[in-house]
């Protein structure tokens, strides 16, 4: 059957304007409530700083790394987030929507502790720079290394190819750890 003359069975321009427009508040909505979820976390392993344990998840993708604590609301005591790069190079990080204090203590390709930042919640203007390349970088609670008495040249000791928490991480993270 044919349509009347000068109408169209499809809608107008405008109704789906309409639509679209009634569509984005629920869009908008349903955005926020992604973004509210817990962030899915990855396993924590046990590293060791200068003696000191700590409990740590691997941010070792660029969308783990580029995701890093934002949103967390705190940490346990002794735990932390440890960021592993493919090669030394000189890191910049920044606390973009992390809401508590943090300090971060940047390691060479060998594990050594290089300098330590204290970071300040939810500023998006201080970028804090490694001031030589680093390998690593470890993210805690404000205070935990002066703490735990780490200062610069502590050594960063990752799992060992044989333990089996190290499941989650590759071997190349490992300081002369043979290669896969």
């Known amino acids: 059957m044919l349509a009347p003359t000068g109408t169209s069975r499809y809608a107008s321009p405008l109704t789906r304007h309409r639509v679209l427009l009634g569509l984005v508040p629920a869009l908008l909505l349903l955005s926020?409530?992604?973004?509210?979820?817990p962030q899915a976390r990855t396993?924590?392993?046990?590293?060791f700083v200068g003696g000191s344990a700590v409990q740590v998840e691997v941010a070792d993708s660029p969308a783990a790394r580029a995701r890093g604590l934002s949103?967390?609301?705190?940490?346990?005591?002794?735990?932390g987030m440890l960021f592993v790069y493919p090669e030394p190079a000189i890191l910049t990080f920044w606390m973009?929507?992390?809401?508590?204090?943090?300090?971060?203590?940047?390691?060479?390709?060998?594990?050594?502790?290089?300098?330590?930042?204290?970071?300040?919640?939810?500023?998006?203007?201080?970028?804090?720079?490694?001031?030589a390349p680093a390998k690593y970088a470890l993210e805690v609670n404000r205070g935990w290394f002066a703490a735990h008495?780490?200062?610069?040249?502590?050594?960063?000791?990752?799992?060992s190819?044989?333990?089996?928490r190290h499941a989650c991480c590759p071997v190349a993270l490992i300081?002369?750890?043979?290669?896969?």
Do not use: C, Y
């Not at 396993?43 to 590293?47: D, E, G, H, Q, R």
């Open 32 to 37: 926020g409530w992604l973004l509210d979820r």
């Open 43 to 47: 396993p924590a392993i046990t590293v």
């Open 71 to 79: 949103g967390r609301k705190s940490l346990a005591a002794d735990a």
């Open 96 to 131: 973009k929507e992390t809401p508590m204090d943090l300090d971060i203590g940047f390691f060479d390709g060998q594990a050594r502790l290089l300098e330590i930042h204290s970071m300040v919640a939810l500023d998006e203007h201080t970028r804090h720079v490694s001031g």
């Open 149 to 159: 008495r780490i200062s610069r040249d502590a050594v960063l000791q990752l799992p």
């Open 161 to 164: 190819v044989g333990d089996a």
């Open 175 to 180: 300081p002369g750890a043979p290669s896969p």
